[in-house]
């Protein structure tokens, strides 16, 4: 079955760190692209960073470049965000989404509507 599930999420301080992860089944990345979406109370789900299928190329929208690091590793079927000195507006459920192919993105922030398989999504909390 089709399945993305994530984890890793929780409450950090600001200028903190938090590693999230994204266990992918049945279905490969080397052909899938795997975005991470957020969605703050209140707020429409907005695209955060996606690593494309083919060679790997990340794409982070403005506001989390130089501060969060989206990996992946192809054989154990996971995907990874790294996200450094952590800001009260990054709190938000997280989510990785995958499509067919290349990252769709518009000015490199991933386009919601073009991502088909969701994850349920994990809490982050930034606060003192």
């Known amino acids: 079955q089709v399945q993305l599930v994530e984890s890793g999420g929780g409450l950090v301080q600001p200028g903190g760190s938090l590693r999230l992860s994204c266990a992918v089944s049945?279905?490969?990345?080397?052909?899938?692209?795997i975005a991470w979406f957020r969605q703050a109370p209140g707020k429409e789900r907005e695209g955060v960073s996606c690593?494309?299928?083919?060679?790997?190329?990340?794409y982070y929208t403005f506001s989390v470049r130089g501060r969060f690091t989206m990996t992946r590793d192809v054989a154990g079927s996971m995907a990874y965000l790294k996200m450094n000195d952590l800001e009260s507006e990054d709190s938000a459920v997280y989510y990785c989404?995958?499509?067919?192919?290349?990252?769709?993105?518009?000015?490199?922030?991933?386009?919601?509507?073009?991502?088909?398989?969701w994850g349920q999504g994990t809490q982050v909390t930034v606060s003192s």
């Open positions: 989404a995958a499509r067919k192919g290349r990252c769709a993105n518009v000015n490199s922030t991933p386009w919601r509507g073009a991502y088909d398989i």
């Open positions: 049945d279905f490969s990345l080397e052909n899938y692209a």
């Open positions: 690593i494309s299928s083919t060679d790997g190329s990340t």
